[in-house]
């Protein structure tokens, strides 16, 4: 069977990391058609939006896309495109597995944790008020007439906006997730201690969820502490379940467990539609090096092939990372101790095609 599927390249170093993906893919076993769609300032420049309409109908038809990292300015500027795909193609659920392939450079062993991140609200809502704006102003009087606060007259305001709806949502699928793939434990983070109507009500509808989970333990951890935790003893978690914010900075500290941004695959996932991207973003600075580790990409689009019950691709293509992984030879200079004697983006999928026997 043929695959219809969506690829944004992205911009920084994300069009070299999609092309090695593409590469060792189209050599798993499994057949694609791929319709490269663009978003982000390139498309702007290119087509007049940031995130053009062919692109969103793209991966509405063929509900299965691969994207590599599309940048954000700091700051001022647009919104993040990565923050409106998700929205709009409410894509609630963001994937992140995090686990040590032998030969990976990390100081832990047994590290085998999946982030399930919410992706739709949070602070992530995108309702902000900017400092000394007419709607500012009413916010402030509205504060100050609801509660016994004061919102200083220079503030600028970020809304944390957390629902029972998609907490229970993103819940469930964590525990979902877990009894689909033989997991043993559920952990929720949270900082209800101190946000108590936001934080608190995630943790209340966790803590209601995992009744209907009986099979699965649940436990939650202050975020805070979760921290400390996954530095010092990581292989007690199993699956970490989110309000955006906390998911977004602990995928990145799990990703650093198992081998650092280079390894750290991901999925956003709805009810019936997927995109599957890495966890780090478009690292200006190595733009057009071919320096960079495109594993992470590559390990995505293992995720991918499992979701379209490509198998026995999804197996081939993950033991050719595993096995150049193991091998250290054929790596980018994140995998080598001291840099030296490191591949390109471009070589490192050489040989992953090789170890799979060749491209197709
Ligand atoms: P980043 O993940 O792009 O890079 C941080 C550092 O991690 C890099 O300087 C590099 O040292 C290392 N790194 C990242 N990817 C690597 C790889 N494949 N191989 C080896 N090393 C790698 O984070 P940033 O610098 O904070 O963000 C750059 C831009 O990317 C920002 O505009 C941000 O908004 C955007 N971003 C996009 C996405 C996305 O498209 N999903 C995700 C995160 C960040």
């Not at 004061?150 to 709806?165: F, Q």
Request: proline content about 4%; overall charge negative; glycine content about 8%.
């Amino acid at each position: 069977m043929v695959h219809n599927i969506t690829l944004i390249p992205g911009d920084g170093i994300g069009p070299e990391v999609s092309q090695a993906t593409r590469r060792v893919l189209d050599a798993s076993g499994a057949r694609f058609k791929w319709d490269v769609v663009y978003a982000g300032a390139e498309a702007e420049e290119e087509f007049g939006a940031l995130l053009p309409e062919a692109t969103l109908a793209s991966i509405r038809k063929n509900r299965v896309a691969i994207k590599g990292p599309v940048t954000t300015p700091v700051g001022s500027g647009f919104r993040s495109i990565n923050v409106a795909l998700r929205k709009k193609l409410d894509l609630y659920a963001c994937l992140r597995p995090c686990k040590i392939y032998p030969g990976a450079p990390t100081r832990f062993t047994d590290v085998d944790i999946v982030v399930v991140r919410e992706n739709t609200e949070d602070l992530y809502a995108g309702i902000e008020f900017e400092e000394s704006k007419p709607e500012t102003a009413r916010l402030r009087q509205l504060v100050s007439e609801a509660t016994e606060s004061e919102v200083r007259e220079d503030s600028g305001v970020s809304l944390k906006v957390i629902s029972e709806t998609a907490s229970r949502r993103i819940v469930n699928f964590a525990f979902e997730y877990a009894r689909a793939h033989g997991r043993k434990k559920v952990t929720a983070a949270h900082k209800a201690n101190i946000i108590k109507f936001s934080d608190g009500l995630f943790l209340a509808t966790a803590r209601e969820v995992a009744q209907e989970y009986p099979d699965i333990e649940f436990e939650d951890r202050i975020v805070d502490n979760l921290c400390m935790q996954l530095v010092k003893r990581p292989q007690q978690f199993d699956v970490l379940v989110l309000p955006n914010l906390y998911g977004d900075l602990i995928s990145d500290l799990c990703a650093g467990l198992v081998g650092g941004l280079g390894l750290a695959p991901g999925a956003n996932l709805g009810d019936d539609m997927a995109i599957f991207e890495a966890t780090h973003g478009s690292a200006p600075k190595y733009k057009g090096l071919n320096k960079v580790n495109p594993m992470s990409m590559m390990l995505s689009g293992v995720m991918m092939l499992r979701h379209l019950d490509e198998t026995g691709a999804a197996d081939r293509l993950e033991g050719a990372i595993a096995a150049v992984i193991a091998e250290g030879k054929d790596v980018t200079y994140d995998m080598k101790p001291d840099g030296a004697n490191a591949v390109g983006t471009s070589q490192v999928a050489d040989a992953i095609i090789k170890k799979m026997g060749g491209a197709k």
